[in-house]
């Protein structure tokens, strides 16, 4: 049975926040903050959650981007990941807390670069083509 998970975009002057991961799944790579939903929650709601616990930032106005059917690298582990597009205050810092080592702000053609998940280059790829182009 699929585990959900949600993880959450915050595009800034034409940069994204990543996270560096600190645990399994996806260990050591860079990734949208996210995470596994709690008992009652909807995937927006993880979203939310999750970019708070791992940034120290509150976004809000969360909008369904896209939908990813994975498998961990752990043969048992399944998720069903939903990526929202969040908003928050532009004066707000992101901090790397819990499940994140490391917290920044990069380009498309920096993610590229980055030991990044397929999800993750698939977002930005779609980013840049609907949403930083314009």
């Known amino acids: 049975m699929p585990e959900a998970a949600s993880s959450a ?5 034409g940069r994204v926040l990543l996270i560096r991961r600190r645990n399994p799944p996806s260990f050591d790579m860079y990734a949208f903050p996210g995470g596994r939903a709690e008992p009652g929650e ?6 939310l959650r999750e970019f708070l616990e791992e940034t120290g930032i509150r976004a809000h ?3 369904a981007f896209a939908f990813y059917d994975l498998q961990a690298e752990n043969p048992r582990r399944h998720f069903h990941l939903t990526v929202f ?5 532009r004066d707000k ?3 790397a807390r819990d499940d994140a080592a490391d917290a920044g702000w990069y380009t498309p053609a920096e993610v590229r670069l980055l030991n990044a998940p397929a999800s993750v280059i698939d977002c930005i790829n779609r980013l840049e083509r609907e949403i930083l182009s314009v």
């Open 93 to 95: 810092i992101a901090e």
């Open 42 to 47: 909807t995937p927006a709601e993880t979203a």
């Open 85 to 89: 597009l969040v908003e928050a205050d």
């Open 61 to 63: 106005s969360p909008r």
């Open 9 to 13: 975009i915050l595009v800034r002057d």
